[in-house]
């Protein structure tokens, strides 16, 4: 039943994209005409798209992911580097970022998640910050931190603390009280009640902060790249646009979106393992 | 006092702040009962008259508003080891097996055991309660007769000088509760275990207690009187009914449940609540006792 269901949907899925690729094909291709555009801008275009468009075909695309994956890690100078290394760059700031802010939010979270006066004294600030673009942290981050790729990793720092601070507080605070109460008969000292018992129940829920975390990190570090620019998916993305390669910036798109659901497929498995059923 | 005597609670009282704002709302006030050494005591009342809330002041876990408890001479002032409870829902953490929610209390009680002393203890505590084979079995994926005989042995487990246990069988079909009973039994005669338990099931408080306490409807419910088991010690299940005292305890418990606990409500005057009355339905009394139908006018 659910493995006829899951193939009509792949198979669908698959005519959906079929669908989508050929609507793309016979709109972009042989129809489209420079000769409306700008002749400077043309003649820009004509060096690049090397077609009667500049919006490549899906052929071109698949032709570009495909050299981009069989050689992702070359580097020839500032300007062209390979996918793989400008993702790594980008993965790597997101993961440093990242793992400072769960160092800080986790610990914090329990803080105020057991403590009613802690999370009364702390919630204006918190109210306060989260609503705040990371991305508004950037001058700021530039003029104080000086080294832009630093400036960054905090950025990512910054958005993807509010929601593990806010679940892990949230989890803390709803473990169930019959699970404090069997601790507390049982004589359990502060430290191993939160190590053996309030950690495991609210795991779910800090698991469910850290993924919404990693997600708005990956939305965040594009955005990020292309200001701070130098290296990165981020500033690939732009540099290919400065470069008029519609194709690379399409390339690109595709990559953050597969990197983004790896990275909440790995959080996915985790989240997994430390759920409970009731 | 009583060299007997394990538990002693005087004029116990527990108060929350009103819902709707001003003053208090009264619980229980004075509360006047003690439970001997090797004594099983059951606490009979309606549901909303603050039995769970006596037995976690018992616990520990609760503050009383007026009043002491004190065990073995001394007044308690938090939860100990030497008074387990088995909760009303269990308890259990859902993330630990079965075996690894019993060693989290054992190893609480003797934290310099070795792994595999914690695990022997453990598993006789798993096989008193017959669940041998579902060691590794997370509570989720047992019956609710299964987690209750969970949380038992893990009561058990740490060996305590009195088990506190609340309704612990309500939750679960009459089958289940009868052979869940008769292991209580057999544990408890054979280890003289001294236990105060909540129920509100009749026959239940007839097989396993030696006294039964009566307590009134709340707000400022209290103990109405003590009944003490007219049927001798090594009660059967199957044999209850056949003995000659059944229905006359049946009956007064019965009465009381029905009528008497809401009559009683906010105590008659003329009663010292320090000494609630003390009754031994037997047979041919015919209906309650006569020093209540005094009290009662
Ligand atoms: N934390 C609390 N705050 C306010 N009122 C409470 C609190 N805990 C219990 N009460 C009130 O105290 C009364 C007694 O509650 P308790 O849980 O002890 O009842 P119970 O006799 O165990 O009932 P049941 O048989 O249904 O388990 C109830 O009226 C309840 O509303
Ligand atoms: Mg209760």
Known sequence: MSTSSSLKAAILSVVLLGAFLGAWQLAVGGTGSSQAMDPEYAALMGATSKGASAMPTPLDIGKEMWRHISDPFYDKGPNDKGIGIQLGYSLARVLLGYLIAAIVAIPLGFVIGMSPLFYRALDPYIQVLKPISPLAWMPLALYTIKDSSISAIFVIFICSIWPMLLNTAFGVAAVRKDWLNVAKTLEVGRLRTAIRVILPAAAPTIMTGMRISIAIAWLVIVAAEMLVGGTGVGYFVWNEWNNLSITNVICAILFIGLVGMALDQVLYRLSKLVTYAE | ?297
């Not at chain 2, 007044?75 to 097996?97: C, K, N, Y």
Request: glycine letters at 8%; a neutral charge.
């Open chain 2, 1 to 297: 006092m009583d060299l007997n005597t394990l538990i002693t609670v005087e004029g116990l009282a527990r108060s929350f702040p009103a819902p709707k704002g001003g003053g208090n709302v009264t619980v229980f006030d004075e509360l006047w009962f003690d439970v001997a050494k090797g004594e099983f005591v059951c606490l009979i009342g309606h549901s909303g008259c603050g039995k769970s809330t006596l037995l976690n002041i018992l616990a520990g876990i609760d503050k009383p508003s007026g009043g002491v408890v004190i065990v073995d001479g001394k007044e308690i002032t938090g939860p100990s080891l030497d008074r387990a409870v088995v909760f009303q829902g269990h308890a259990l953490m859902p993330w630990m097996s079965v075996m690894a929610n019993i060693a989290f209390a054992v190893t609480s009680r003797w934290p310099k055991w070795s792994a595999a002393k914690v695990r022997e203890h453990c598993q006789h505590y798993i096989d008193m309660v017959n669940l041998t084979g579902a060691e590794d079995k997370k509570p989720a994926q047992l019956s609710g007769g299964m987690r209750q005989r969970v949380g038992i042995a893990r009561a058990l487990a740490i060996e305590p000088r009195i088990m506190l246990m609340d309704e612990p069988f309500s939750a679960l079909d009459a089958l289940t509760r009868g052979s869940l009973q008769d292991e209580v039994v057999s544990i408890c005669t054979k280890t003289r275990q001294t236990t105060f338990m909540i129920t509100h099931d009749i026959d239940e408080a007839i097989l396993l207690a030696d006294r039964i306490l009566l307590m009134t409807n709340g707000p400022e419910a209290r103990v109405a009187e003590i009944v003490v088991n007219t049927l001798p010690k090594g009660r059967v299940r199957n044999e209850l009914h056949k003995h000659p005292n059944y229905y006359a305890m049946r009956n007064h418990l019965l009465d009381f449940l029905v009528s008497r606990s809401e009559d009683l409500r906010g105590m008659v005057e003329g009663v010292d609540p320090k000494h609630p009355p003390m009754v031994f339905p037997k047979a041919g009394d015919g209906g309650p006792q006569p020093t209540l139908a005094a009290s009662r006018t």
